[in-house]
């Protein structure tokens, strides 16, 4: 039986340093009307701001996540969520995993997406892995998304695209419920 009374919610969570990820999921959020939840570290003084992307870097290379401003969505809350993340050294951003860390993710419907420069490595695999307890809607991954104006809009189109159709998937399964 069709159920249309029922709310459907999604929420785009998302870590980005230059834009490029936060590009895929402002498309995300506006093309789905998701909610956004966008993961910040936690930047207490001036001089760890100016010196944020070397030292972010150093907490990759000796896998300390970094702490991460509050934040207001809880994530049992939505039936869709998508997880974006750049890739650093061939996996997911430090500040994501803080996030996952902190948010036991189970028996949620998710979708993951990330943004790379050189290879995306082996990030969304071990994102699928990190998220076990929970079904995989859809993978994928974008090369310098911003890059080249020429391009932005065709990756734009490919984002919507990808996450129209997971989107009205899901919907149509919980609707039939």
């Known amino acids: 039986m069709l159920n249309l009374n029922k709310k459907f919610k999604k929420l785009v969570v998302f870590y980005s340093r230059t834009g490029n990820t936060?590009?895929?999921?402002?498309?995300?959020a506006v093309s789905i009307e998701a909610d956004l939840l966008e993961i910040?570290?936690?930047?207490?003084?001036?001089?760890?701001?100016?010196?944020?992307?070397r030292y972010l870097n150093l907490l990759s290379i000796f896998s300390k996540p970094p702490k991460l401003l509050p934040y207001n969505k809880k994530l049992k809350d939505y039936d869709l969520i998508f997880l974006g993340t750049p890739v650093w050294s061939?996996?997911?951003?430090?500040?994501?995993?803080t996030f996952l860390k902190e948010?036991?993710?189970k028996k949620k419907k998710i979708a993951l997406f990330c943004s790379y420069s050189n290879k995306i490595g082996k990030c969304l695999y071990k994102l699928k892995k990190r998220l076990s307890g929970n079904e995989i809607?859809?993978?994928i991954g974008f090369q310098d998304p911003l890059m080249f104006k020429e391009s932005q809009e065709i990756m734009?189109?490919?984002i919507?695209?990808?996450s129209s159709k997971i989107s009205d998937d899901i919907r149509k399964k919980i609707n039939n419920k």
């Open 90 to 97: 061939g996996s997911y951003a430090m500040p994501f995993k």
């Open 22 to 28: 936060s590009f895929l999921a402002h498309s995300i």
């Open 137 to 139: 809607v859809g993978i």
């Open 40 to 53: 910040k570290v936690d930047c207490e003084d001036r001089f760890f701001e100016i010196f944020k992307n």
């Open 103 to 105: 948010n036991k993710i």
């Open 156 to 158: 734009k189109n490919k």
């Open 160 to 162: 919507i695209e990808w």
